[in-house]
């Protein structure tokens, strides 16, 4: 990594990067509060009359297809088109891309607008590449592992940093990749905590030289946030709250000490 994650959390908290979010109904308020738990400004503007033009302030664009309606759709290809005029990077979510003919085509028709960054789970991932999965509804049901191949050639595709996540994160380029560890069990029974983590991603790409190390630090900060607050927690409900605090007390210096990372920069075999 030529910025560890610990350097930008710093640059993040020393000029807080403000983040268009266009994402679902669900994961509105919990994404806001873990953007301003890790030190960002978060923006919910999603209607297309205004969306291209605040992408063009915005440090970073993210969008999410959960709650998915045409309206929705407009808003997030005005806001697309206004963060690619204005030089800015923006990422992608596919939630439940291959449950419908309609999530589908959207997709595939957002993909191929050259996003900064593409997160989602294996299922996600494999019906986004073009593959078969395992996924039904919004749970993946497949192994980041068999994920890993399809990321490395949907990256190629779409010229994105692709973020695999489940229970060890695999991101690539198409040329590099990268393992993060870490975590909650209670983190895939808490609701938006990947849409959230979509949202952190845009943060660290407003503050990131490279989408590659961007990717890598938002998960980063998952993962180490994830673990201290599985300590002491008995269940999901008690962890959410833990969560937070533990992303607004990790220190740059906690997070390049305590992060679990592997492979960075090694070519994709």
Known sequence: MSQTPGTLLAALRAEPPLVQCITNYVAMNIAANVLLAA??????????EEAGEFAGIAGALTV?????????????RAAIAGAQAAGRPWVLDPVACQATGYRRRVSAEL?????????????EILALAGEENRGQGVDGRDAVETAEDGARRLALQTGAVVAVTGEVDFVTDGNRHARVEGGSSFMPINTAMGCSLTCLCGAYAAVAQDPFDAAIAALAHFAVAGRHAHEGATGP??????????LHALTPEMLDAQVLVHGVGEAVA
């Open 111 to 123: 993909a191929a607008q050259h996003p900064t960054i593409i997160r989602g789970n294996a299922s």
């Open 39 to 48: 030190g960002a400004s978060p923006a919910m503007v999603s209607d297309a």
């Open 237 to 246: 409900g008690s962890f959410a709250p833990r969560f937070l605090d533990a």
């Open 64 to 76: 999410n297809i959960g709650t998915l309606s045409a309206p929705f759709v407009d808003g997030m």
